[in-house]
């Protein structure tokens, strides 16, 4: 098995090591869930700040045109492009994921009219699916339903000429299992029908590249450490620009929204997707981390994380065997077919959690039984998944499930 | 005429002057856009640095549950409540305004079956007019149209049994007549139709009071000081929360959000409301600013702010008449008519607005040719509107359309 200095020696050569230091990182903690929330960049406060301090309450209303706050939306947007292969003019930063897959599908649906079907897929995180869900009810579309597992109904029999558009994660949130986005996309384009993209657990990962899909929607909290609830993304492919529509028509997203026109005129590109005011501070917290992530190789960010991943998988093998444990890798081994993250089945997963966290090691639970531990490859050392596998392994030996403290239910899980 | 002296008696006798002081304003500035984006409280920098900082920096993921964030749209939309005249659980805070319209009015039309009319008003912020048009669009209603302007279709000539909703601005942002709340609102609901008021230039301005409104949005930008972009806020009587539904299903309005269940099912009451992650930087700095709103006493704030405007439109009626400034007043001289600003007409209002920010007083200009001075009282002094009106004649007599940098329009206005 590998050692600790091992590890500490692999560290020493890792061609990123040195963005570890652009980030603070609580003392005495590994962090495991980057795929969550990432990391606070050391530069962000200071910008934060500016935006307060200067821009707001020094300059006031002229920051919309002083310090760019009106066009924040697409700058911001165009600074994303490049980590999900797309151009300038192609993202729009702005709302919750939530609400841009809201705009996605509502956009790509009447872009295949006479079709009524929405392809869902049945392990995706749950907002996409409620989204879909809503959508459907309410302008009378079906929702057809594929899965991963095994007997569940795959991609290539659900599509037929009836499907409008199909809505999918390129990473599973619960597994980490990772889609051949490529491919997939093609399939779902000889059926004839649209393809939107969900990167929330990939954009800032690996190298993602939305190539020929239609839309794609994503988060910056995440692996993007733009901070909590920061705004998320909308990619619309050029040649739909000039037709589709936002259902939710805001002022932000009119051809000339100072003229105060009386009816709606779109602006014209992806600017359309703007709707209302962008929320300012967390913008400048975004593009804070976004200084960073232009400097990022993600061929070279991809493969560290697969040796995070991997080194992970060896470990827990080694220390913490299935027969030993009871921990069910559900993470695929191949590292193709792999995220950025890895997770584990175990019916006692909830107090594994938080007994981890006591010895601060920070993973997260997902229903059903899961443990999930996220790998951000721009702060983690290869000593972290040592100290981590270490931890768990020691952890279930502890039996933490006995302990009543552990089992108590947070709201947030 | 008053003089400075005798404006400099009224604000040492002002029972509200304590406030000013907890804002940063920018020396030797006159800032009359309170009613646009309000100014920095000088305790929002420390709060905001303390969210950044320690509950992202420090506490990472552990903030959800121990920093409340999980909770912040229905604690925040607490403390909004008791500005318009709402209890706990009746309001909910997040998203922009356009999409909290987006959303109240796609909850209230199923509430009318059969109705198939919207009636909105023309002269209505373009956003409230778009997300109706969109909406009516998509779904297959007709907009029946209003105005407040002489020989304009009234309320009560619009309102049928075939309307399903009104959705009118309590304050007009161009002019800022101000409607009685409670007589339109009544008049609606005489007609049976749904009342949704957008309180954007009225709530932080003097009390609100919704009243036996079915819906209310607004934004805490403006008089409520929450930052530019801060989250707007969206009120549903109790009477409906339970049957209405949010046309954007997203997780966060889910019953049981970390079951992950694969079918939506919608939280009890507002909560259900909410859709994706909240930006929880911008709900720090609201917060910050609702800090001080908790202390204002709103009838106070409702006196002061009707004292201002009217001692602005006396001194620019002495200053600079009519006929020979060609300003025409288009607020209403009534103040119970009045919400808390004053604007005027005037054929060069766009380059007087630039000459004005150049001698420190900042107003905007509104299409058409309109100047607006908003009057945010718990920060302006009478002398402020005594400085105001002064540089407002002094700028007319300069006739500053004859600059030619005056006349170059910036991208926000």
Redesign the interface.
């Known amino acids: 098995m590998i050692t600790r200095a091992e590890c500490e020696s692999l560290d020493d050569k890792d061609p990123l090591r040195a963005f570890r230091d652009e980030f603070?990182l609580?003392p005495g903690v590994v962090?495991l869930?980057g795929n969550?929330?990432g990391?606070?960049p050391k530069r962000?406060?200071e910008r934060?700040?500016h935006t307060?301090?200067t821009?707001?309450?020094?300059?006031?209303?002229?920051?919309?045109?002083k310090a760019g706050?009106?066009?924040l939306p697409q700058t911001t947007g165009d600074r994303i492009a490049p980590l999900i292969g797309a151009g300038p003019g192609q993202v729009i930063a702005g709302?919750?994921?939530?609400?841009n897959i809201?705009k996605a599908v509502?956009a790509a649906l009447p872009l295949r009219p006479g079709r009524r079907v929405i392809v869902s897929d049945?392990d995706n995180?749950?907002?996409d699916?409620?989204?879909v869900?809503?959508i459907a009810k309410?302008?009378g579309y079906e929702v057809r339903e594929i899965g991963w597992g095994e007997g569940a109904p795959g991609l290539d029999e659900a599509l037929g000429d009836d499907v409008a558009c199909v809505l999918l994660s390129h990473v599973d949130y619960r597994t980490g299992a990772r889609h051949d986005m490529a491919s997939v996309t093609a399939r779902v384009h000889a059926a004839g029908a649209i393809m939107i993209w969900d990167l929330c657990h990939s954009a800032g990962a690996m190298p993602v590249d939305v190539g020929e899909a239609d839309f794609a929607v994503g988060?910056t909290?995440k692996y993007l450490n733009g901070?909590?609830?920061?705004?998320?993304y909308l990619y619309v492919a050029p040649r739909h620009q000039e037709v589709v529509?936002?259902?939710?028509?805001?002022?932000?997203g009119?051809a000339a929204?100072?003229?105060?026109?009386?009816?709606?005129r779109p602006a014209a590109g992806v600017r359309r997707f703007a709707?209302?005011?962008?929320?300012?501070?967390?913008y400048a917290?975004l593009n804070a981390s976004l200084d960073i992530w232009e400097r990022v190789d993600l061929e070279r960010l991809r493969e560290k994380s697969l040796a995070l991943t991997s080194l992970f998988i060896e470990l827990v093998d080694e220390l913490a065997p299935a027969s030993r444990s009871g921990l069910t890798l559900v993470t695929p081994r191949d590292p193709e077919r792999r995220g950025s993250q890895v997770s584990y089945r175990h019916p006692e997963g909830y107090p594994i959690v938080r007994a981890l966290?006591d010895r601060g090691v920070?993973a997260?639970y997902?229903?059903p039984e899961l443990v999930r531990f996220g790998f951000a490859a721009l702060y983690l050392r290869h000593v972290d998944v040592y100290d981590a596998a270490t931890a768990l392994a020691e952890v279930i030996e502890s039996e933490p499930w006995r302990d009543e403290r552990y089992r108590q239910r947070?709201?947030?899980?």
């Open positions: 603070r609580p962090y869930l969550s929330l990391a606070l962000t406060p934060v700040a307060v301090e821009e707001w309450g020094r300059d006031l209303t002229a920051s919309w045109n706050w009106w066009d709302d919750s994921t939530s609400v809201f509502s049945l995180f749950s907002t699916r409620y989204v869900e809503g309410t302008m988060c909290y901070g909590p609830g920061a705004p998320a529509q936002n259902a939710i028509c805001g002022w932000h009119h929204p100072f003229a105060f026109e009386p009816y709606y709707t209302g005011s962008p929320p300012v501070l967390a917290a966290a920070i997260d997902r229903e947070l709201t947030v899980t």
